[in-house]
């Protein structure tokens, strides 16, 4: 049986997300960031020297990093939500299942991170908003083209962009000036699978 060690208000919960879509049988660990610091407490150190979220652990193994796990989990389900058919479709799988954490996310994080430093910070943020604005501009061009990242159908892809497109909404400016991203997050906000997710994974402030 599969362990989620979930972290509230964090990238685990793509993880149950995802296990929802692919009926996959596992059990939730929970933990609880620190109100002040945002940190995670340490046990989750003890569970994976990163001390972050997601982590699960299944068969005897610890595995880290919500890319490797979506894509652990898409094998262990025998491919279903993974790469596309046409080869074009999953060329943008791929793209997108490595861009939503190696690209879109770090900007999104030095905003989080510059909106709590005085003074510096502010002038700093001028510089990243526009940087966050190239991304999600590119973002709702792929989605005005087609309704899910990687085509016609929902991928694991859709999973990986769920969280920095629900932390670009909550704090870097994605607003109705994005249509196709916004309806996309609405479609994706709605279903069955998402919303079970949710109920596992208690309070979510994205959702
Ligand atoms: N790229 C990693 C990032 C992991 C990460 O930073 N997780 C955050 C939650 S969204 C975390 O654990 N933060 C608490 C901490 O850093 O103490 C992944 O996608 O798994």
Same mark, same amino acid.
């Given at each position: 049986m599969i362990t989620v060690h979930h972290l509230n208000n964090s990238r685990s919960q793509r993880v149950l997300w995802l296990l929802e879509e692919l009926g996959l049988p596992y059990t939730v660990k929970r933990y609880e960031r620190?109100? *002040? %610091?945002m940190f995670a407490p340490a046990e989750l150190r003890a569970v994976? #020297? @990163? &001390?972050?979220? #997601?982590v699960i652990e299944d068969e005897g193994r610890v595995l880290a990093e919500s890319g490797a796990i979506v894509e652990y989990l898409v094998d262990k389900a025998?491919? *279903? @939500? &993974? $790469? #596309? $058919?046409d080869g074009d479709d999953a060329l943008r799988y791929r793209m997108f299942l490595h861009y939503a954490? &190696?690209? @879109?996310?770090p900007p999104l994080l030095l905003k989080l991170v510059l909106s709590r430093v005085p003074i510096m910070g502010k002038i700093a943020l001028k510089r990243i908003q526009p940087m966050i604005d190239v991304h999600l501009d590119f973002v709702e061009r792929e989605l005005a083209a087609r309704p899910w990242f990687a085509g016609a159908e929902m991928t694991a892809a859709d999973v990986m962009m769920s969280f920095p497109i629900e932390a670009a909404r909550a704090r $870097?400016? @994605?607003?109705? %000036? *994005?249509p196709h991203t916004l309806a996309w997050l609405d479609k994706v906000q709605a279903l069955p699978a998402y919303r079970r997710a949710i109920e596992v994974g208690g309070p979510y402030a994205y959702d």
């Open positions: 620190d109100a *002040r %610091t994976h #020297p @990163l &001390g972050k979220s #997601p025998g491919g *279903r @939500l &993974g $790469a #596309p $058919a954490e &190696g690209s @879109l996310m $870097a400016g @994605l607003d109705a %000036t *994005r």
